[in-house]
């Protein structure tokens, strides 16, 4: 979802974002793949993965010294199977001159474990070295992309999948599901009331899901300011009541027991929104929310780290690292904010939309970085927008799966994470009908 301040329809492409291989891109996701099979070797020549193996073999002996290891090399780059070959038999032949053996695990005094992953502009390799209980060794090295090779990966390890929920006329701003005694419900938000559905047992949702949730309370949204044309909204379970939620200039707070009652309040301020959480922990960062507008301010409270403001953006997403947290913003320019809590470096070489949303998973890292694609990126198909993950392992995005699509014309209008952070909610809106449909966005593990 892309929106500007000039033109506010969701998912269009954030401008300026344009990636070195625009070209390649369009031709979508098949053309791609052929790319990377067929096109991709002639360029990467043995020599060239044989001198970078060699590279990174001299960087792990310095890390391991001599002894007997447990290799394990896995490839989650575009490169094919004949070209990893070459990469390992390298890499093994190396690590053998400067006294590293690869052996068995029941052998081995240590493991080592590289991973061949890429970038938007380079081939990337990492290391992680582990003897006994010491602290892990990284080392890393990297290697030129093709002008002409594909941005994704083609064997990738990671799954999307998007189940639907929920579907009404009335424009959807977000929803929870929640397990409630009873049997599960259904909370959704839109720019008038907060409802709870009942899910009806076994009851097939067909072509219309709103049948396998049965209405149960309703309880509208009072608020004296007039919401921008494209609001937005979001829900946050909560511990100690339901939920709460937010909206432009407007916070809103459920009771705890039935029957639902909510309770709203204007902000203080007519400028700005009080901070909306951006994560569903207690502690987290909290952005300031243009009331008049579909954006947030820039102002953060707290701050990351030392870092208490950023350009304006749209959509954040919290990616965890070992001492500090990752921060990706979607900024209103276009651009993508990587913020540690002591620098912000920029991105604009990424074709994203504006929707971004972590997500915790027992694959790659542990959270992968869900962002909203327009439809010519992938499909060539401009009206069906989609989602893909990525991770970022050495601050440049990394595709880890390949796009999730929905069926028809369809506009991401919304991407948010579940309060719990093991799943997104991705609110589309249909172009031949202009209802609104709630997905839940869920990772399992490739092969």
Same mark, same amino acid.
């Given at each position: ?35 990377? =099979? ?35 090399? =896995? ?54 070295? $582990?003897?006994?209980?010491?602290? *892990?060794? $990284? ?53 008038? *009331? ?72 204007? =902000? ?10 951006? =994560? @569903? ?24 780290? *030392? $870092?208490?403001?950023?350009?304006? #953006? ?31 470096? $920029? ?42 993950? #990525? ?50 966005? @869920?990772? @399992?593990?490739?092969?």
């Amino acid at each position: 979802m892309a929106r500007s301040r000039s033109s506010t329809r969701y998912n269009q492409r954030i401008p300026h974002m344009q990636a070195r291989t625009s070209s390649g891109l369009r031709l979508g996701w098949l053309t791609s793949f052929l790319l990377a =099979t067929v096109v991709l070797p002639s360029f990467l020549c043995a020599s060239n993965l044989g001198d970078t193996a060699r590279q990174l073999a001299h960087k792990i002996a310095a890390a391991a010294g001599p002894g007997a290891f447990a290799l394990d090399v =896995t490839n989650r780059s575009s490169l094919d199977d004949k070209s990893v070959r070459e990469v390992r038999s390298a890499l093994e032949a190396q690590l053998h001159v400067e006294g590293v053996h690869a052996t068995k695990a029941e052998q081995a005094m240590g493991t080592i474990e590289v991973v061949l992953s890429e970038s938007l502009r380079e081939y990337v390799w990492t290391a992680e070295i $582990v003897i006994g209980s010491d602290e *892990k060794k $990284v080392a890393m090295v990297s290697l030129a992309r093709s002008p002409t090779g594909t941005p994704f990966a083609a064997a990738m390890p990671i799954a999307l999948k998007a189940t639907l929920l929920f579907a009404q006329e009335q424009p959807i701003l977000d929803v929870s599901l929640v397990e409630m005694p009873g049997g599960s419900r259904l909370i959704v938000l839109d720019d008038g *009331k907060v409802a709870i559905y009942r899910h009806q047992g076994a009851t097939p949702a067909g072509p219309n899901p709103a049948r396998a949730w049965e209405f149960e309370a309703s309880s509208p949204i009072a608020h004296s300011r007039t919401f921008p044309r494209d609001v937005r909204g979001r829900l946050l379970l909560r511990r100690d009541h339901l939920f709460d939620a937010y909206l432009p200039g407007t916070f809103c707070r459920s009771n705890s027991s039935a029957p639902l009652l909510i309770v709203c309040n204007d =902000t203080d301020d007519l400028t700005y929104d009080d901070p909306w959480p951006l =994560t @569903s922990d207690d502690g987290s960062v909290r952005a300031f929310y243009a009331a008049s507008r579909n954006f947030f301010t820039g102002a953060l409270s707290p701050g990351i780290g *030392k $870092v208490s403001n950023v350009p304006s #953006f749209y959509s954040a997403a919290a990616l965890p690292r070992s001492s500090y947290t990752l921060w990706v913003l979607a900024a209103v320019d276009g651009s993508l904010h990587l913020v540690d809590g002591m620098t912000d470096q $920029v991105i604009r070489s990424a074709k994203w939309g504006s929707d971004l949303a972590a997500v915790h998973s027992a694959c790659g890292t542990g959270t992968q970085l869900l962002a909203s694609e327009s439809g010519s990126l992938t499909s060539g198909n401009s009206e069906r927008d989609s989602l893909r993950a #990525f991770e970022i392992p050495d601050r440049d995005p990394v595709a880890a799966s390949s796009a999730v699509e929905f069926d028809g014309r369809v506009v991401i209008v919304a991407l948010w994470p579940e309060s719990s952070g093991n799943g997104a909610t991705a609110i589309v809106r249909r172009k031949e009908t202009g209802w609104y449909e709630a997905y839940r966005v @869920s990772i @399992s593990c490739g092969n």
